[in-house]
């Protein structure tokens, strides 16, 4: 079979590009890299601050934790330490501002009746200090028969005194005998087996008594007061405070940095003076049964931050806690054990935080800013909004949220 070859009439080879279409190449490309690198540029240029100020909530907790001088895991160390402390003074007793004056009525017949029984007694003082005892200071006999004496004596310490004495009421029953004891009620029970009385005659009766209806004229003189007498007990039932923390915080070997918690457990109060007797001067005691708790701060202020956080919703920090304004109250105790359980309440205030699943930077990528101001401050816990551009011109803030900064006030 024979091939036939034939020739193309004319130039019909491809023509070379201009060198335009090169040109027109380049010059895209040229434009596109740099829009690129503009795109780049604004991107990397722009960014937002947004600033929110938060409200502060309070939150509380009530709870109870165990102290141990030995703890186990869910306890905490500390002491528990308890003794009696004894705090007495003597005061002066002040001068009436002022002494009021009964004027008695035209005098009524005289009535006769018949006396109480008088007596001698021996008033004995093996106390340490001086004793006085005003007129009328009270004695009483074993079965219960009551005297006074008849005035203001002060029974030197280590020595004695004699003075009358006159039955509180009149009977034959009140006729005793030299040698009966008594107590003086008056004071208070650590001083009774020290200072007491005995009568050295025996008591008898005899004459009148005026009607005990008669008005008679009001003495002047020092006389104590209620409120002079529970004014030194105030300061004694301070000084024997004081003298408590100070003793069981040595005892407990409390550390620097270790709170402490006390309990009055009996508080005991006594006068030689009644108010409304007349005196130079009064003793007066009082005595403080306390137990005393010591524990560490730093121990009890990690345990109740964490309690706290139990109880903040979800988002949300402790702002303020401050240790001092939490109330503990001693709930139960074992000396032997060494144990305590102490009850405490506290109060703190919280924020919302950065960690808040509201305020992920990712919500508001590309958003305008008051867009945004209006988004968030609808949240609880939101009080106000602000947004910062940069540059100051643009109006939205950036595509990534690298180049988006949250701040909590």
């Known amino acids: 079979m024979a091939i036939k070859l034939s020739r193309a009439s004319g130039n019909n080879f491809p023509q070379p590009p201009s060198p335009k279409l090169f040109r027109n190449i380049a010059v895209t490309f040229v434009l596109i890299t740099l829009a690129v690198i503009a795109i780049a540029l ?115 310490s280590g020595g004695s005194i004699e003075v009358d004495a006159v039955s509180d009421e009149a009977g034959s029953e009140y006729q005793i005998q030299s040698g009966t004891k008594f107590t003086i009620p008056g004071l208070w029970i650590d001083l009774q087996h020290l200072i007491f009385a005995q009568a050295i005659t025996d008591f008898q009766s005899g004459g009148i008594i005026s009607n005990p209806t008669t008005p008679k004229k009001t003495a002047s003189g020092k006389v104590l007061t209620a409120g002079a007498q529970a004014k030194a007990y105030e300061q004694l039932y301070a000084a024997a405070l004081e003298k408590a923390k100070q003793s069981l915080s040595v005892e407990a070997g409390a550390e620097a940095g270790w709170e402490s918690v006390y309990l009055i457990n009996t508080a005991q109060k006594q006068s030689n003076v009644a108010p409304g007797q007349e005196a130079d001067n009064f003793l007066a005691q009082v005595k403080l049964n306390v137990t005393a708790v010591f524990f560490p701060r730093e121990d009890v202020l990690a345990l109740l931050r964490t309690r706290l956080k139990e109880k903040l919703p979800q988002g949300y920090a402790l702002a303020d806690f ?85 701040v909590i006030n």
């Open 42 to 156: 604004w991107t990397s240029s722009v960014k937002a601050t947004v600033i929110v100020k938060a409200k502060s909530e309070p939150v509380s907790v009530d709870t109870v934790f165990d102290i141990s001088s030995t703890p186990l895991a869910d306890q905490i160390k500390g002491r528990v330490v308890s003794g009696t402390f004894t705090e007495a003074k003597e005061f002066p007793v002040e001068v009436a501002t002022s002494t009021p004056v009964v004027v008695a009525p035209t005098p009524a017949p005289v009535q006769e009746t018949p006396t109480k029984t008088v007596g001698r007694v021996k008033i004995i003082n093996n106390y340490s200090k001086d004793q006085p005892l005003v007129v009328k200071t009270r004695l009483l006999t074993s079965d219960g028969k009551l005297f006074r004496i008849s005035k203001t004596v002060t029974v030197p």
């Open 322 to 406: 401050d240790l001092s304004k939490a109330t503990f109250k001693l709930e139960s105790t074992d000396m032997k054990k060494g144990t305590a359980r102490l009850a405490i309440s506290a109060e703190a205030m919280s924020k919302l935080s950065i960690d808040s699943p509201d305020l992920r930077k990712d919500l508001i990528v590309g958003l305008p800013a008051d867009e945004v101001i209006r988004k968030w401050s609808v949240l609880d816990g939101v009080e106000e909004v602000d947004v910062e551009l940069h540059p100051d011109w643009v109006r939205r803030l950036p595509s990534m949220k690298d180049k988006i900064t949250v």
